[in-house]
C-alpha cells in the first residue's frame, strides 16, 4: 500500500540565502521516507526585483539588463554555497534567465500584464531548479515538475483563474505518476499557463495557493505551509507587540481572517483544501519541530480579537453626474467594470446617492477603473490608506487602534470591524496594542 501524498511549501524567506536552503533540505531529509510534494517560492527578494525589470523594460530606460544581471549574479552566488564548480546546475541558472533576456531584446509588448507574467514567473522556475538540484546532490531524490504543464488559467494575464477540470486532468496525468515513483517531486508556485501555453501567474504571493490546488487534485493527506513566524498569529508582529500563536483554527475562521488581510496565508488558498477536508499546518522553517497551527474542519470558534492591516489602499467614492440614485443597474455596470480589472474589493458601503468602495491600490488598476466610468459617474480617489480589520474585537481594542487616526470608512457586523483610515503614524504602534491579543 502507497503512503499518502504530503504538500509543503517554502516561500521567499526560507530560500532567501545559502544557509536557508540548506535549512529547507534539513526539514525535507526527515522526511525521505514519504511522498513529499513541494512547492517553492522565487527566492527571498526575487519577485520584487524582477518587477523592477518588467518596470525598466517598459519604460526603456536603459537598466534593463543591468537590473537582470544583478539578479543572475545572486543567484550564481547563492550556487556557488551548495555546489561544486561546474555543476550543471549553473548552466540551468544560465538557461532560464535567457528566456527573459529574449523578452527585453524586444520591444515592450502592448499588455504590461502578459510580460509581467512571462518574466517574473523565472524566479519561482530557477528557485525550484537549484533546489532540486541540491536535494539530488543529497541523494534525497527529487524530480523536477513544470507547474504550468498542470495548473491551466484563463488568459487573465497577473490574475489568472485555475480551470478546475482541466487542471485535474492534467494532475492525474503528469504529478500523481511522478509520486509514484517515489522520492520527492518539487515544483514552483504562483505560476500557471493558458491554453495557449503562454504562461500567467496566480495572483501577488500565490504560491500558498498553488500548494492547495495540488493538495486538492492529488488528494493530499495534509498540507504544510513553512513560514518564518511559530504559526498564525493574532496580529502582524512587525507591527504589533504582544501577539500570540492561535494553536487552532477553524478553516471557516481562517477563510475570514486571509480576505481581510492576514499575511501568513494567502485568500484563496483555503477553500481548495476545505472542500476534500484537507487538514492544514503553518508551521515555522526556524523550529520546524514546534507545532505550528492546525487548521481544520472541527475547531470551536473560540478565538481572541485578531487584526489585520492591509496597507496601500484606495479609497473610491462614486457617485453619479444626473441626478439619479445609484441603483441596482448602476451598481452592475460598476461591478461588471471592477470585474474585469481584478481589483480586489476589501470594504464598501452605498448610500443613495453614492457608492464608496476599498480597493487595494496596485498597479494602475484604479486609474484604468475611474477612466473607464467617468463619462457616467464622477470619483473621488483617497490614496495612501490603511484597512484595519479586526475580528473578536472589544471595545478596548477599537478605541486603541483608531486613536490618532482619521476614520474615513467604517463597517461592523456581528464578529467584525473594519475602518479606512489615513494619517497613519509612521513609527510602530506597538505601544497601542492592548492586552486583549494577548
Known amino acids: 500500500m502507497t503512503s499518502p501524498i504530503r504538500v509543503f511549501k517554502f516561500g521567499g524567506a526560507s530560500l532567501r540565502d545559502a544557509n536557508n536552503v540548506k535549512n529547507v533540505a534539513s526539514i525535507l531529509a526527515k522526511y525521505k521516507e514519504e511522498r513529499i510534494f513541494i512547492v517553492v517560492s522565487a527566492m527571498g527578494k526575487t519577485t520584487n526585483a524582477l518587477e523592477k525589470v518588467v518596470e525598466s523594460h517598459a519604460k526603456r530606460d536603459g537598466k534593463t539588463f543591468e537590473l537582470l544581471e544583478e539578479i543572475k549574479q545572486k543567484h550564481y552566488e547563492l550556487a556557488s554555497q551548495l555546489f561544486p564548480e561546474k555543476h550543471e546546475v549553473y548552466n540551468t541558472i544560465n538557461d532560464s534567465f535567457v528566456e527573459i533576456e529574449w523578452a527585453i531584446e524586444d520591444e515592450p509588448h502592448d499588455n504590461y500584464d502578459y510580460m509581467y507574467?512571462?518574466?517574473?514567473?523565472?524566479?519561482?522556475?530557477?528557485?525550484?531548479?537549484?533546489?532540486?538540484?541540491?536535494?539530488?546532490?543529497?541523494?534525497?531524490?527529487?524530480?523536477?515538475?513544470?507547474a504550468r504543464d498542470v495548473i491551466l488559467t484563463d488568459d487573465i494575464f497577473r490574475e489568472g483563474w485555475v480551470q478546475w477540470k482541466d487542471t485535474q486532468e492534467r494532475a492525474d496525468r503528469i504529478a500523481r505518476p511522478m509520486m509514484d515513483k517515489g522520492g520527492f517531486v518539487i515544483t514552483q508556485g504562483f505560476i500557471g499557463s493558458t491554453s495557449e501555453n503562454f504562461t500567467t501567474t496566480l495572483g501577488r504571493e500565490g504560491s500558498d495557493y498553488t500548494a492547495a490546488i495540488f493538495s486538492y487534485c492529488l488528494d493530499a493527506q495534509d498540507m504544510s505551509i513553512w513560514k518564518d513566524v511559530p504559526g498564525v498569529l493574532t496580529a502582524d508582529p512587525r507591527i504589533f507587540d504582544n501577539v500570540v500563536k492561535i494553536d487552532r483554527l477553524s478553516y471557516k475562521e481562517a477563510i475570514e481572517m486571509t480576505y481581510y488581510g492576514a499575511k501568513v496565508i494567502h485568500p484563496k488558498t483555503i477553500k481548495p483544501i476545505q472542500n476534500k477536508s484537507i487538514p492544514l499546518y503553518v508551521k515555522s522553517f526556524i523550529d520546524p519541530d514546534g507545532e505550528g497551527t492546525y487548521i481544520s474542519s472541527e475547531i470551536e470558534d473560540n478565538y481572541p480579537a485578531m487584526v489585520a492591516v492591509e496597507r496601500d489602499q484606495a479609497l473610491m467614492l462614486i457617485s453619479t453626474k444626473d441626478f439619479s440614485f445609484v441603483a441596482e443597474h448602476h451598481m452592475s455596470y460598476l461591478f461588471t467594470e471592477i470585474a474585469n480589472r481584478r481589483l480586489q474589493v476589501n470594504m464598501m458601503q452605498n448610500t443613495a446617492i453614492s457608492f464608496g468602495v476599498c480597493v487595494n491600490d496596485t498597479d494602475d488598476k484604479v486609474n484604468q477603473f475611474a477612466d473607464a466610468i467617468k463619462d457616467n459617474f464622477k470619483v473621488i480617489i483617497d490614496r495612501g490608506l490603511e484597512l484595519i480589520t479586526v475580528r473578536h474585537y472589544t471595545a478596548e481594542v477599537l478605541e486603541s487602534l483608531k486613536r490618532g487616526k482619521i476614520v474615513l470608512q467604517e463597517k461592523r457586523t456581528k464578529n467584525t470591524v473594519q475602518f479606512v483610515v489615513k494619517h497613519v503614524p509612521v513609527i510602530r504602534r506597538k505601544s497601542n496594542v492592548p492586552s486583549d491579543l494577548r
Open 117 to 146: 507574467d512571462q518574466i517574473v514567473s523565472v524566479g519561482e522556475l530557477v528557485s525550484s531548479r537549484i533546489v532540486a538540484a541540491y536535494l539530488n546532490e543529497l541523494n534525497l531524490p527529487t524530480q523536477w515538475l513544470d
